[in-house]
């Protein structure tokens, strides 16, 4: 039983970065055996895979994205962080944080990369 909600700039200029938040409720991040992933979708395309941070604070990355994506947490928030760097028009899309333990989703938010 947790909600998870991603917030964030709704247009993003080409090369700036961008930074997401996913507050979660529910449970305490630091429960171990807890994860959280971002994934993102663009338009008329199907989910990617971005990366998790574990209860732990482990972080993987798609090979992909890992040059110039970074994930973190503050534990005191129950706020998890995506950061990604030199963004560009094919990064437009929604992007979601996913509770691997509970099997639940944030509800999105877009994303646009434009001039």
């Known amino acids: 039983q947790v909600q998870l909600w991603e917030s964030g700039p709704g247009l993003v200029k080409p090369s700036q970065t961008l930074s997401l938040t996913c507050t979660v409720s529910?449970?305490?991040?630091?429960?171990?055996?807890?994860?959280w992933s971002w994934i993102r979708q663009p338009p008329g395309k199907g989910l990617e895979w971005m990366g998790v941070?574990?209860?732990?604070?482990?972080?993987y990355y798609s090979p992909s994205l890992k040059s110039r994506t970074s994930i973190s947490r503050d534990n005191a928030k129950s706020t998890v962080y995506l950061q990604m760097n030199d963004l560009k028009p094919d990064d437009t899309g929604v992007y979601y944080c996913?509770?691997?333990?509970?099997?639940?989703w944030g509800q999105g938010t877009q994303v646009t990369v434009s001039s």
């Open positions: 941070i574990t209860s732990d604070g482990s972080t």
């Open positions: 529910g449970d305490s991040i630091t429960t171990s055996g807890r994860a």
């Open positions: 996913y509770d691997t333990w509970y099997d639940t």
